[in-house]
Nanobody
Framework: QVQLVESGGGLVQAGGSLRLSCRCS????????VGWYRQAPGKQRELVAD???????NYADSIKGRFTISRDNAQNTVYLQMNSLKPEDTAVYYC???????????WGKGTLVTVSS
């Protein structure tokens, strides 16, 4: 059974930092592409960043230079370090991966990040 469990969300002032964690189980983590998405109220879910098995990374333009995605294969965990947070970063942040070879999408339940001005 695939499980993605996010943690690390919370309330922070603008300019502050948070680190999100996504612990994965039930997948061959070493070979998995894992991504962070977010969904703000009234908006569509959007990709924030993802990371491949070799360590390649991809970032949304809106967070480049402020957020860093990383992975720890020994802990089956992907992290999202978020610095210089802005009120517009307020959203529920979700962890995502895709099963192989099924292509099935797996999502965590999400963690809420609230940035106050």
């Amino acid at each position: 059974q695939v499980q993605l469990v996010e943690s690390g969300g919370g309330l922070v002032q603008a300019g502050g930092s948070l680190r999100l964690s996504c612990r994965c189980s039930g997948i061959n983590f070493r070979f998995a592409v894992v991504g962070w998405y977010r969904q703000a109220p009234g908006k569509q879910r959007e990709l924030v960043a993802d990371i491949g098995s070799s360590g390649w990374t991809n970032y949304a333009d809106s967070i480049k230079g402020r957020f860093t995605i990383s992975r720890d294969n020994a802990q089956n965990t992907v992290y999202l370090q978020m610095n210089s947070l802005k009120p517009e970063d307020t959203a529920v942040y979700y962890c995502h991966t895709e099963g192989s070879p099924s292509g099935m999408n797996y999502w965590g339940k999400g963690t809420l990040v609230t940035v106050s001005s």
